[in-house]
């Protein structure tokens, strides 16, 4: 019997003594650099613990800060939306931003104005105040914010970035009706920004809303509270974004296949497609980010009655709404390949596709969903900048996410 007892116990022991080094090989990582020391007090391996640096608080202010009232938390998630929204104040440290100069309206007429724009944007609420800004709640009734009055007449950015969709940037189309045509605007919404009732309310002073269009998945956070102000809204997206289970399961027009699609712009709908519509709103899978990922291109500045491709009034420029597909980083173009889903190669063919006159008009104004504006000085020029970065997607070897 205690031979057998003896052979029991020692088979419980081995194997213990069989994975021992394993763990002690996965320590957890935030007590690997404290040796414990059993012959020590208690006191001082307490104290050892608490010297360890404390992961810093959402809340806390950045130290890289400009002294003033204007600051950024640790709560930043790096979407880079202040720096080219007020570029002034706001710059980048590491992975965060930070404000480097504080608003100064003698020096920079406009930098407080741009500043709270900024703050209401931010997706995180990084961006905050020590104290009130005078006429703060007037300077938000500004949003949506003409994008360029001269080159794009009715294009707004909407400002309210979401933090489920990593701080992209939402955009308001308005097309104008024909001349002499009793039709209202025909209003497009491009992603989907945080619901206010103040935003709500301006959206509606311009026309209220007729299509919100779904660059890729997870721009679409949010999206009932829009159905709900506007009940005639329809939700465009691609089938290959939809989700089983999700709210997006009540999308009124679901694209399929390969487009490009054209979609109706509100005015005569009885006229032929094939010689209205092409010059107002086409939609283009571009699939990369997202297998469903959609680009939008437009030229509000024109009517029905300007042909294809026509530039509407003398200043008006068709733009690129590129969703997360296309951005903008430290000045050059960027396909964010760490955050591809659909393959590199599929996504450089798509960046490829939009400098293609038969998938897409030609355009010059690109409005990304990540990073800074970008007006090209011609259609080569678009061209070439488009196949640097289609190389470069095609060539990174970073590992995806």
Known sequence: MVERAALIAFMWVLPLRAFEPRFVARANPRTANFAF??????????????????????????????????????????????GWMAPEVFGASGFKGFVHTQPDEAEKPGSTRRAVHAMATCPSGAIRTTEPVPQAKLI????????????????????YHQHSALGATPYLVCFKPPSGSPSSTFNVMVDVPRYTRRLGDAIEQLGGLDLLVFTHANAAVGHEAWKQRFPELERVMHRMDLKAGSTLGAVEQVLEGNGPWVLETGENADDDASSVHP??????????????????????????????????????????LSGGHLGVTKNELDTFPAHNKAGRERQAASVRKLFDHK???????????????????????????????????????????
């Open 359 to 401: 998938e897409v008009p030609p355009w010059t104004y690109l409005l990304p969903g990540f990073g800074s504006r970008r007006c090209f000085e011609s259609e080569m020029n678009m061209a070439t900048e488009l196949e640097k970065a289609a190389v470069r997607c095609e060539n990174d070897r970073r590992r995806l996410l």
């Open 140 to 159: 938000l009734e500004q949003f949506p914010l003409p994008v360029d009055s001269e080159a794009l007449p009715g294009v707004y950015h909407l400002g």
């Open 37 to 82: 020391d059993p012959s020590a007090p208690k006191e001082a391996n307490e104290l050892a613990v608490d010297s360890r640096p404390a992961k810093p608080n959402r809340n806390t202010r950045r130290t890289q800060n400009a002294d003033g009232v204007f600051y950024v938390t640790e709560g930043c998630i790096g979407c880079g939306a202040c």
């Open 279 to 320: 010059s107002r709103l086409r939609l283009i899978h571009t699939p990369g980010r997202s297998y469903g990922s959609l680009s939008v291109w437009c030229n509000p500045g024109v009517s029905s009655t300007d042909s294809v491709g026509s530039k509407g009034s003398s200043h008006s420029q068709a733009c690129l």
